[in-house]
């Protein structure tokens, strides 16, 4: 029966089992399942939305997520537990997941799920490890969404002891689950893979305004995940070196005695360390400029009497948004004017809107009346359908001139054009995306 999946689907009309599975989610996952004997079946909840989080530091992120976070929950079983994992689509787009702790195709189960849809996986956790799971509505979809927020760790712990773990006859003091992930202004970013934020679990510099407390001489494993999703980091501590570390997590993978890791997209690691001395040692994506500058930075503060402390997990903080951010990123929406800058076109120039990553590029565009603007789009995965594709078109939401405007369903560096012929605010949306939002001001000349 090993890795075989089974599929329990169930098409759904759930607004009351909505509320059970959010309960459920609340009592099935997160927790440690240390202890447990293998080959239990383990019952895990998912909820997909559409969501404002707040990610510290007055900035508000509007995108998707699992069960309200980013990262979403973290879920651990161990080696040769049956995993069952139940995803209710609580959004008005289509959502899905792709665990990779299944040695399986686990998007044919529960990816692409509709609207108030429900959808079951069924798998054994084989292989030990750090694994990543991210939303799969299906082809483009997948890309897009989970640039938007949705992912998470998930961690299978190994029959077989790690090295450390047999040699002291212990668990270490503390386990440091740290997911790293990228935090996109717009689709343009996401496509040249200049990040806005880099963050561990959530949050710019989370563990430098609350460093984690350790003491000298501590057995430390860090459960390190990079979620991407574009950029490869190398995970180092300032003043330290690691002691054992184990590629992906498994005890079969162990290397000694290096300064860092290094991650490519959804790579991750286990890394047992003593913690040499007192003093702040400072966690850190040594890719400087494009990671470690940007938020991926923490701290662990290491004194004879710091508090103690078992685990540090990688969800992201579940707090409600604050009400007048001085920052909203919304990669696929409006977003702020401040980081989504208007860009003045003059007469004579030609107007060329993107449609990339999910966005509108420029997402505000100034132009004199009388300009002729032209849509492009840019996104190259044009098949399949509905959220599944990078098709996309331009329709007018809302107006305060007379011009009103609606595309075919542009494929891969198709174009669509129209005149605005008078003054006013024209804001649209792609049909089939409706959450990309793009606005056109058009000025007296
Ligand atoms: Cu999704």
């Known amino acids: ?28 996952s997160g927790g440690n399942t240390a202890g447990n004997p293998a080959g239990e079946l383990r019952r895990f909840t998912l909820v997909t939305r559409s969501d404002t989080l707040n990610i510290g530091d007055g900035v508000t992120f509007e995108g998707f997520t699992f069960d309200g976070t980013m990262p979403g929950p973290q879920m651990e079983v161990n080696e040769g537990d049956t995993v069952e994992i139940t995803v209710f689509n609580d959004d008005s787009v289509t959502h899905g997941l792709s665990i990779h702790a299944a040695n399986a195709q686990t998007s044919n189960y529960v990816g692409n799920i509709a609207p108030g849809e429900t959808k079951t996986v069924t798998f054994t956790a084989d292989y030990p490890g750090v694994y990543m799971y991210h939303c799969a509505p299906g082809g483009h979809g997948i890309m897009a969404h989970t640039m938007g927020g949705q992912f998470g760790m998930f961690v299978v712990e190994p029959k077989e002891q790690y090295r450390m773990e047999a040699e002291l006859g212990r668990e270490p003091d503390i386990k440091i689950y740290i997911v790293q992930h990228e935090v996109y202004a717009d689709g343009r970013d996401f496509f040249d893979g200049k990040a806005l934020y880099v963050m561990f679990n959530g949050e710019n510099f989370r ?3 609350e460093p984690i407390q350790a003491r000298p001489g501590d057995y430390v494993r860090f459960y390190y995940l990079n979620v991407g999703p574009n950029l490869t980091s190398t995970f180092h ?17 162990l290397m000694h005695g290096t300064q860092s890791v290094v991650s490519g997209p959804t790579d991750s690691w286990v890394i047992d360390w003593i913690i040499p001395a007192e003093g702040p040692f400072t966690l850190v994506s040594h890719a400087f400029g494009t990671q470690a500058i940007k938020g991926a930075i923490g701290i662990i503060q290491s004194s004879e009497d710091a508090p103690r402390i078992s685990e540090v997990r990688s969800e992201g903080r579940s707090t409600p948004p604050i009400e007048n951010p001085k920052r909203f990123v919304s990669p696929f929406g409006l977003g702020s004017e401040t980081l989504d800058h208007p860009v003045r076109f003059r007469d004579g120039d030609r107007m060329f809107i993107q449609m990339v990553g999910n966005s509108y590029w420029p997402k505000r565009a100034e132009v004199p009346v009388g300009s002729t603007v032209t849509w492009i789009n840019e996104d190259v995965f044009d098949m399949l359908e509905g959220e599944r594709t990078g098709k ?21 560096a198709e174009t669509f054009e129209t005149v605005f012929t008078e003054p006013g605010e024209y804001e649209y949306i792609c049909s089939i995306h409706p959450y990309m939002r793009g606005k056109i001001i058009v000025y007296e000349d």
């Open 392 to 412: 996309h078109d331009v329709v007018t939401i809302s107006a305060t001139g007379p011009d009103r405007f609606a595309s075919e369903l542009l494929k891969h």
């Open 237 to 253: 501590a300032v003043g330290g070196i690691w002691d054992d570390i184990y590629y992906g997590g498994n005890p079969k993978n």
């Open 207 to 209: 563990y430098v305004k």
């Open 1 to 28: 029966m090993k890795r075989k999946v089974f599929s329990r689907i169930m098409t759904a009309t759930l607004i009351g089992l909505a509320a059970a599975f959010l309960a459920a989610c609340s009592a099935d």
